[in-house]
């Protein structure tokens, strides 16, 4: 048995100890755990580019090469069984599903996240904005402030106008939202408090918990809210024809909603199905899209030649300063699209993804068998050498000349990569760069990310406000 040649395997992550291996690293405030990540994906990247992390009796295996993940990424089209603690309310949504039940539902999900339906949505992103812009009026020219809740407010308006197609002045519909919101917040604080106390990742042990019990009630409000929602349109899709029900309808848009309702009529999609997947699209845009503009706006309070040089793309773009942004204009803001996607690459807003292998998996180096589980650390992939001496830095102007970017596309891993990456990811730049373009063309931003103290459960985020200052331009 000694002398039996072994498989090779990739370097263990210092630091683990005899049972419970690096179990014991993931204790500490939210500060020191998401500081610690960081470390294990700073050392993988400077130690082959997969490395393995032992959690108890398990062990996962942490990826940033990019070859090797796009091998994951496309082989590897289950999840691990952390994502089984979002499943009480998600299931079959394309987050949480099992790669059977996925392959089908993305197949017929796609189309409604295709290029023509998304521009239909550009005038609802601007008015949203708009909104936005003279509801930030009150903190300007005053210290700095949290703008987290005002972007979440305008990416919650934009995401349930064009999921759910809310129908303008319908406030009883909108005090409903706003109470999903906060369930919605509460569920994924439960996850996270489950993810970071090991033993309830035990089902029987979790059954029997405190957390179980509020868990269950959270779940039950969000479930027959969305249920409530889907019923309410079913009905008035039976009464009204399309255009006189859904009076954005003269804009142009159809909400999610009813395409899958479309779908579902032809007895392919169920109600709890449609369910799920509304509760996953709404659950999977609203906090990723805020907290990647919180960091984009910090970014740019922070490089004032970088703002300057934003605003003078944008008053080339918008002649008249009352215009409203039409989707035609979303091409021209190129140097807007580069800050951005800058931003995105060092503060990526779901750092990290899980895979599990459904049979064995051959790598660059190493072979692992079926029921493996890898972490693919998209913040190492985004930090990844071939990035250059500077991929640690923030430099926006390389997103201009395709000659100072990485030859290997899956160098820019924050959508994820692979058959399984984000769905919405166009939509998310598109309604980002909308309302990013409306708060620079009436404000000037103040900032410095220096200051910034960030943790990650789901998504990596700022640990509290207070972060940037808004002086008004007129
Ligand atoms: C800055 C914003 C966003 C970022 C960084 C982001 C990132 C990601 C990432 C990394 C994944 C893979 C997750 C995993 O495998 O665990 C994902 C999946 C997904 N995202 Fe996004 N996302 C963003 C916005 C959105 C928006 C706006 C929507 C919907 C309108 C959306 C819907 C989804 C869905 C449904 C999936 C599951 C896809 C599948 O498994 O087929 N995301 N996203």
Not at 54 to 79: E, F, H, M, W
Not at 244 to 261: H, R
Request: contains cysteine; proline residues 6%; aromatic residues 10%.
């Amino acid at each position: 048995w000694y002398l039996k040649p072994r498989r090779p395997s990739p370097p263990v992550y210092p630091g683990a100890l005899p049972i419970i291996g690096h179990a014991h690293r993931m204790l500490g405030n939210v500060l020191q755990l998401w500081q610690m990540e960081k470390e294990v994906y700073h050392f993988c990247l400077e130690n082959g580019g997969i490395i393995e992390i032992q959690l108890g009796p398990r062990s996962v295996y942490v990826i940033t090469d990019l070859d090797d993940c796009l091998t994951v990424a496309n082989t590897c089209l289950d999840k691990p069984y952390i994502y089984d603690f979002g499943k009480q309310l998600y299931d079959r949504g394309l987050v949480t599903a099992n790669a059977l039940i996925w392959k089908p539902q993305r197949k017929l999900l796609n189309p409604a996240f295709n290029q023509q339906i998304l521009n239909t949505f550009v005038q609802e992103y601007s008015l949203q904005a708009k909104r936005l812009t003279t509801k930030l009026t009150t903190e300007a020219g005053k210290d700095r402030f949290d703008v987290v809740p005002y972007l979440l407010k305008n990416v919650l308006g934009s995401v349930y106008k064009t999921v759910i197609g809310v129908k303008p002045n319908d406030h009883e519909q909108e005090m409903t939202l706003k109470h999903y919101a906060h369930a919605t917040d509460k569920f994924f604080a439960m996850i996270e408090d489950r993810l970071f106390s090991v033993w309830l990742h035990l089902p029987f042990i979790f059954n029997m918990s405190y957390l179980k019990k509020k868990q269950d009630a959270v779940v039950q409000f969000l479930k027959s809210t969305t249920e409530t929602i889907i019923m309410n349109r079913k009905s008035e899709r039976k009464q009204t024809t399309y255009a006189d029900s859904v009076p954005q309808a003269t804009s142009g848009y159809k909400p999610i909603l009813d395409l899958l309702l479309d779908i579902g009529e032809k007895q392919v999609f169920t109600d709890e199905e449609i369910r799920e997947q509304l509760d996953t699209i709404i659950g999977a845009a609203y906090d990723s899209t805020t907290r990647a503009m919180t960091f984009c706006l910090i970014l740019i309070g922070t490089y004032p030649k970088v703002q300057a040089r934003i605003q003078k793309e944008l008053q080339e773009i918008f002649d008249d300063p009352d215009r409203d942004l039409t989707r035609h204009d979303l091409p021209k803001l190129v140097y807007l699209e580069a800050v951005l996607k800058e931003t995105l690459r060092l503060y990526p807003p779901v750092p990290r993804v899980g895979k599990s292998s459904e049979s064995p998996v051959r790598l660059k180096h190493y072979t692992f068998p079926a029921g493996t589980t890898f972490v693919l650390s998209l913040y190492g992939m985004n930090r990844h050498a071939v990035w250059g001496a500077d991929a640690n830095e923030f430099n926006p102007d390389r997103w201009l000349n395709p000659d100072t970017l990485p030859d290997n596309p899956n160098a820019f891993a924050t959508f994820s990569i692979g058959k399984r990456n984000c769905i919405g990811k166009q939509s998310a730049m598109m309604s980002m760069k909308t309302t990013l373009a409306y708060i620079l063309r009436r404000y000037s931003v103040t900032g410095d990310i220096r200051n910034v103290q960030c943790k990650c459960d789901l998504i990596l985020k700022q640990v509290s406000g207070h972060y940037i200052g808004l002086q008004s331009r007129t």
